[in-house]
């Protein structure tokens, strides 16, 4: 496990080409390294994420995706991504390659690729729509029973991107509250970076919580604040109205592409980023 700066955990693990999760499930979504991802312009990138939010929308929308592999996209509680729609639809600024599945068909290829199995399986898929919609959904005939199973090919991301409340000096990763599919996500990839609210000498005890151990980690940044928008369970809230506003900020490309350029290109690290918001429409 190293520790590194955020910039030298992307600079180091995220290649242009690389598959990539940014797992967080309505908290610790990891904001801070979507932003520092867009700073070092990377492109070409599958990126992968069970509900991909505005933090897709944002590297969509800059131009870092060919692919996403997904279960549901949207603004929480707000609309549409516009960014993501217009990639799809227009195939700006580049067109988007879409790997649709459910949220039990992503859990199942995170869970297979966590086991390191060539595919995973799950009943939810057989004769529904989607089988049609999506060529990567097959079935297998189960052995015993010769019944029909539908089958998802394995996620292996090259990376996989987390955020937590803390790690401990060894590199030992705790989170807590919602934990979604970031255990199996982080476990499923050839390398494991978090970034964490704070370091600690020992990790406190905490409920619903889950410890990723060293040896699995590949690097931790220390990055206060680092799921901003989103919220951190036992740390700081939900920023609703920053959902709110992000519909008017990102329905227009040019309104889109100066907010990036004076809050996210035009800011050093994700501290100047929280900076640059205050007092900002």
């Given at each position: ?88 639809e227009r195939g700006r600024p ?16 995170y869970c297979a690729g966590a ?47 987390l955020h937590a409340q803390r ?115």
């Amino acid at each position: 496990m190293q520790l590194l700066s955020l910039r030298e955990a992307i600079a180091e693990y995220v290649t242009d080409g690389a598959c990539v999760a940014l797992e967080g499930f309505t908290h610790l979504i990891p904001f801070a390294a979507g932003h520092e991802i867009i700073r070092q312009g990377r492109r070409d990138l599958h990126l992968v994420r069970m509900t991909p939010d505005l933090v897709y929308d944002q590297m969509i929308g800059m131009g870092c995706a060919r692919r996403l592999t997904f279960s549901w996209g949207g603004n929480p509680g707000v609309g549409s991504l516009h960014r993501l729609r217009e990639a799809v639809e227009r195939g700006r600024p580049k067109p988007l390659e879409l790997d649709e599945h459910t949220h039990a068909g992503m859990a199942a290829a995170y869970c297979a690729g966590a086991a390191r199995l060539p595919f995973g399986m799950l009943r939810g898929y057989i004769g529904t729509d989607l089988v049609a919609a999506n060529p990567r959904i097959r079935s297998v005939e189960c052995p015993f029973t010769g019944e029909r199973i539908a089958a998802v090919p394995a996620l292996n991301p090259d990376v996989t991107v987390l955020h937590a409340q803390r790690a401990d000096r060894q590199g030992n990763v705790a989170l807590h509250g919602i934990v979604g599919a970031q255990r199996e996500a982080g476990l499923a990839a050839r390398a494991l970076v978090v970034t964490v609210e704070e370091i600690v000498d020992t990790l406190p005890p905490a409920m619903n919580s889950i410890v990723l151990p060293h040896w699995v980690v590949s690097a931790v940044a220390h990055c206060p604040g680092g799921a901003y928008p989103a919220y951190a369970q036992g740390c700081y809230g939900r920023d609703n109205s920053f959902y709110q506003r992000w519909d008017a900020i990102s329905r227009d490309r040019t309104g889109f592409q100066a907010w990036m350029e004076r809050h996210v290109l035009g800011t050093a690290d994700h501290r100047e980023f929280l900076a640059s918001l205050q007092g900002a429409a």
